[in-house]
């Protein structure tokens, strides 16, 4: 996000979700098969309305509602390539991948 700021956009909000991804050297079942589901679905149209609705509000010079860009290290530029050309994963998730075991990583609601 920040970069989006640099180019003079105002971001007003961010979430994430999961989704089904495919990764040539990653065995399947991939922890993200069967996303978006029919909860993540749900959830993207409450966010989007709460865009518009934030958007509109902003518009009409509540400029308190934008947020702040929360920075944490998971967050920062990583030294450990990506699997995808030009993007940068979580260490987390790198570590993830690394591993042989494969633990299965809990869902966050």
Not at 78 to 90: D, E, N, V
Request: hydrophobic share 35%.
């Amino acid at each position: 996000m920040p970069a989006m700021k640099q180019q003079g956009l105002t971001v007003i909000g961010w979430n994430d979700w999961f989704a089904c991804v495919y990764f040539p050297l990653i065995p399947k079942p991939y922890f993200t098969d069967g996303h978006p589901d029919e909860i993540d679905l749900k959830e993207a149209v409450g966010f989007g309305k709460e865009m518009v609705e934030r958007s509109r509000r902003i518009y009409q010079g509540e400029k308190r509602l934008v947020p702040e860009f929360p920075i944490d290290r998971s967050m920062q530029k990583s030294t450990t390539p990506s699997l995808c050309k030009g993007a940068m994963m979580p260490v987390k998730l790198m570590k993830y991948l690394g591993d042989s075991s494969q633990p299965s990583l809990p869902r966050s609601r």
